[in-house]
C-alpha cells in the first residue's frame, strides 16, 4: 500500500500517516518526491484497508502495489532515483564512469590509478580489499590494510571509493572506508549481508547473481531498502547460460526492463560481463546506447600483471578512448559523462 | 589451408594452384581480396602438406587455418566481406536497416510499410511469406501468395526483400522473390537447407540458433559457403536462458567476438531478441554501439493489428524516432545509416 | 473440443458426429480408447460451439481442450498411448531398449551388432544413415547405401530398425527402411519435416530441441499427429544449459510432467545426454526409475574405432551388464524389460 | 602434491612428513584410508619439489594433484568417504533418507515428523530453523526458538537433525543444534560462511548452486576441507535453466562425474529440484538409480497447510510408499535404505 499525499500537505499530516501505519504493525517508509511525498508501508501479511488512509487530512489518494517489491518499484516511487556521491551526481541525466583495478594489490598501484582516473575526469574508483575467490588457495585480497590504503587515496586524490563487502563482519569497516559498498554476484541472495547493509548509511550497489531473475534482483534490493537504506545501485554483470564466447553473457537487455520496473540506477559492468578486454568498449558503448545510468570497469595500468581478472582488464589508453567515445555519444541520449 | 597469393600473381598462376588443389581430391575456393587472392581449400580429413603449394610460382604463403570453420573464418579472409543488396552497401562502414513486418499479411500493409520505409531512408524490407510457427495451427503465412506479393512490391517501390526460407521445396521461388533469403533460428542447423541456400546466387541472412555457441553458428555459415554461396549475413535473436523478462535473452556480447573471428557482417534482431517492442529502440542503439553492421525490426502500421508477433513489432513514429537516433550515433562509430 | 461418446455408441453415430465436424471446416480426429470413443477436432481458430454435439446421439460429452496442444494431451486421449514395433510392445507395461552404433558404418559393424542385440533379447536397432554433423566437412554418413545395408540386417535378423530422416527428400526411403522414424534433437522445430512425417505410416521417434520446452516439444508431437500420424514417441537426450561436466544436460525431471501432460510414451537417449559412456549406465537405470518408457543407447563393438560419437558409446559387455540390472530393477516399478 | 605413505608406515615417519611439510610454510592434511595413510598439503602457489618426501622413511610416493580442489578430489584420497551421523552410516553402500518438512513451524508439528520417521525407520530429520527467502517480508523462520524446538525433538525421539546455517553469527548455536549442518544454494560461495563452517566439527552438507559447474561446486567444498572439517556431503538440488517444467532442473547427471571426481557422498533433493511434489517419488527414485548416496526430502503431514515449500512436499502415505519403492531398488545397486 502506498499513500500519496497531496502536494501542500504538512508535516503534521504526514506525522498522522506515519502514525496510523505504525498503529497497524506495519512499519512506515517515507518517500519526499519532486512534487508530493508518498508514503509507503511494509510488514503486511495481509492486503490493508485503503479507507484507513483515504480519510486523513492532506492524503491524496491510497494505491495497492501490486509487485512482490514495494520500495523498489516505480509503482510506489515514479521519480527517478538520484544520489550524489563523492560530488558525483548518479541518475537519469549522467553517465556514471566507475574504474580501477580488480583488487587493490599495492599503494603505489592504487594511487597511480586513482590519480590518472581523477586526471581524466573519472571521480570513482573500484578496487576489492576484499575478493571473492573460487579457490580458498587464491588471493584472497589484501583485507583491513587495504581498506586502510583506500582511505589514504582516497584523502589525497579526492576520488569516491567503490569497494566489496563480503561479510557482516567487516560492514562497519568498508561503511566507514567506502562511497560506495558494493555487493558481489555470489552474495546476491546472502539475506543476512542484504540485512546488514540495509543498516549502513553509504549507498550500496547491488550486483545481480549469475542466475537471478528480474524479479529476484529486485527483491534483494528490496531487502536493503526496507532496511531504511534508499540508496541502491543496481549493476548488471554477465548471467550464466551455455554459451562459451565469453565469461559471462552480459544481458543488456535487462536494463531497460529494470528501469521500467525501478526507479533505481542501473549501472553495467562489462569486465565481468565478457571476461575479455577486447570486448570490453564496444560493449561499454553498447550499455550507455541500452539506457544504463553508469559504467563499473576493471582497469589497470598493466593488465597482464594484475593479480586477479587480467585477461579482462583494460590498460589506461583503452580506457582514454572509451572515455572520448562515451563523451560524444552521451549526449545524443541526454546524458553527460 | 590457406594458398596466400604474391600481389602480383598472373591468373595461371593462380589456375595452376587450384589444379594442385583439384588433383589431391579437394575443393578449391578462389578468394579475391583487396590486394592479393588468396586461395583456400576444403574437403581434406588430414592435414595437407604446404610443400605441395610453397614452391609453385606466384606463392607467398601456405597457412593452416586452426578454427573448424575455414572460409568463415578471419584467417582465411582477413578484410571484412562486403556486399551490395539492391543497391545497399552492407559492410564495416554502413549500419543497413531492415524492417517490416513479421508476416506478409496482405498486399495493403506490405505497400504501405514499403512505401514508408522507402521515404525514410530505409531500402530493405523484411516480410515472412512463409512462417515457422510453434503450432500447426496457427497461421503458417501466404505461401507462394505472399512471394508474388513481395515481388510486385518490390517492383513497384524499389525496396529490396529479406524473406524466410523454410525447406528445399520452395528453394527456387525464395530465391527469385528474395534479394536476401532468411534462415530462421529454428532451422539454423537444418544441414539439408544449409546446403541447398550454398547453391543459390542470392545473399543469406543467417540467425542464431536458439542455443547455439558461436562456433556452431560459423558452422552453420560454413555450410553454405562450402556450397560456394559466400554472401552470408550472421544475425544474433536472442538466446533461451532462465531470464524471464525478455522473451529471449538478446546477447549483444556476442557480436565483438564473432566479428573478431569472422569476416562476415553480423546483424541484429531486437525484436526476437526482447519480445518486448517497447525495449527495442535502446536495444537497437546498443546493437550499433556493440559493433553490429546492420539492424532486422519488426515495424507495422499497428502493431495491435497484426496477425504475429505484435507486442514486439514498433510503430511507424517510433521507427522515424530510432531512426533519427541511429543517425546521430552513427558517424561517431564510423558508420552510416 | 473433444467429443466423447458413449461406451456402447454404434459406427453410424460416430460418423454422424465426424460430418459434423466436417461441417464446420474442421479437422475430425477419430481417437478409439479401451472403453470408448472420442473424436478430437482441430482447425479452429475460435472456441466451438458445444452444443453442436451434446444433443447427437451416442454423445456423452463435449469437452475444451485447454492446452495447446490437443492430439498429444491428456485430456484429449486419457490411455498411454501404445504400439507394436517389429514385434516389440511399446506402452506402460514395458522398457524397449533401443541400442546400435551412432551410424551405419559398414555391414560388417552393423551386422555384428544386430546378432550381438538378438542374442540378448533385445530387438530394436539404433543406426544413422543421414548424419546431421555440425561440420560440413566432416562424414555425412552413408545415406541411401546405409538404408539398403540396414534392409539387409533387418531381412537376416529380424531386428527392427530405428534410423533418422534429416529432410523430406529422403521421406520415403527412410520410411520404407525403417521401423521408426527419427527425428532429430536439431530438426525438432523443422515443422516442414514434421509435416512430411506426419503423412508416413511408421512411428516416429521425435528428439526433444536442445532449448526446447515441454509445451514446444508437444506442440512439435502436435504437427506429426495432426498430420494423421498418430504413433509419436518422445525422447529427451538432454538441453543445453551452463553446465560442462556433461555434454548436455539430461533432463529426467521431464519425464514425469511429459508423462502427466502426454499420453504418448517417452524414451531417454542417455548417450548423447551425458556425452560420456561412463555414465551411461547409471543414467539408464536413473532413466528407468524416473517412469520413462524406454532407452536409445548407442553401443558399438570397439567404441574406440567408432566413426562418431565414440567417447559416448557403451562397448558390449557394458550394454550386457546392463540389461542385467535393467531386468532386476524393472519389476518393481511394474515393467517387463 | 601428496605423499602417500607406505601400508606398514609409523606415526613417527607419518610426523616426520608432517614437519617437512609445515616446514615448506604448508598446511599439512593427514588422511588416514582403509589400507594406507596419505598425507595431502595446501598453500602453495607454485609446484612442491617431489624431492622433499620421495627420500623419507616410510614414504610410498609423492603425486601431483591435478585438480583446483585438492582435498575434496579423489586424487587425493581415492575411497569413498564415510561417515556416521546420529548413528546413521552414510557411505558407497547405504542410501540415507533425511526428510522433513521446510520449516520449523511448531513444536507439534516437528515432534509429530519425527515420531512418523523413526516409526519408518527413518533416522534423520530435516526442519529449517532459519530460512532464506526471496522476500524480505516473508516468513524467516523461527529462528533460536526453532534450534530449541528441534534439540527437544532429538532429545525426545532419538531423530538426528539436518538443519541450515545462514551466517557466520548463528554458526555456534546451529552447530550445537544440529547433527548436520546444511548449507543453502545461495549461500554456496559464501566464502566467509563456508570458512566458518571449516571450523565446526558436525558435517556439513553443502547444496548446489543454482549455477554452479562442478568444479565450483567442490570448490566450495574445498573452502570447507581446507579448514580442517573433512566431513562434507553434497547435494544436487536442481540449477536454473530455460526449462519451465519445474522449478529448477535437476540434474541427476551430475552424480556420476560428482563420484567420480570426488570422495565425498552425493544426496539429492528432489523437492527443490522439481518443485512439484507429485514428481517427487520418481525422482527419488531416478536419484537412487543414478547412483546418489542419499536423499533429503520435504515431507509434511499437510502439505497444504505448510508455511513454505507445500507444492513441493509429498504427505506422509506418500513417502511411506517411496520408502517402500527404495527398499526394493537398492538392494540391486549394493545398498541399503
Known sequence: MLVVMQSHAT???????VAVITAQGL???????????????TGNTAAVDPGLFEGLDGV???IRVTKPFKLASREMKKDDTRMT???VNVGPTTFT???????CESEALVMRTAEFLVSKGVKLLRAGAFKPRTSPYAFQGMGLEGLKLLAKVREKTGVGIVTELMDTEYASAVEEAADVIQIGARN???FSLLKRVGKCRKPVLLKRGMSATLDEWLMAAEYILAGGNYDVILCERGVRTFADHSRNTLDLSVVPPAKALSHLPVFVDPSHGT????????????????GADGLLVEAHPEPDKALSD?????DFPTLEKLLAQLRQVAPILGRTV
Do not use: F
Not at 512499519?27 to 508501508?41: K, W
Open 275 to 290: 571476461g575479455k578486454w577486447a570486448y570490453v568498449p564496444a560493449m561499454s558503448l553498447a550499455a550507455l546506447a541500452s
Open 188 to 190: 546476491m541472495q546472502n
Open 60 to 62: 491524496e489518494q491510497a
Open 97 to 103: 564512469v566507475v574504474a580501477g583495478p580488480c583488487s
Open 310 to 314: 587480467g585477461p579482462q582488464t583494460i
Open 11 to 17: 508535516a503534521p499530516q504526514i506525522d498522522r500517516v
Open 85 to 87: 556521491i563523492a560530488g
Open 27 to 41: 512499519t512506515p517508509h517515507v518517500l519526499p518526491g519532486a512534487t508530493r511525498t508518498a508514503i509507503g508501508m
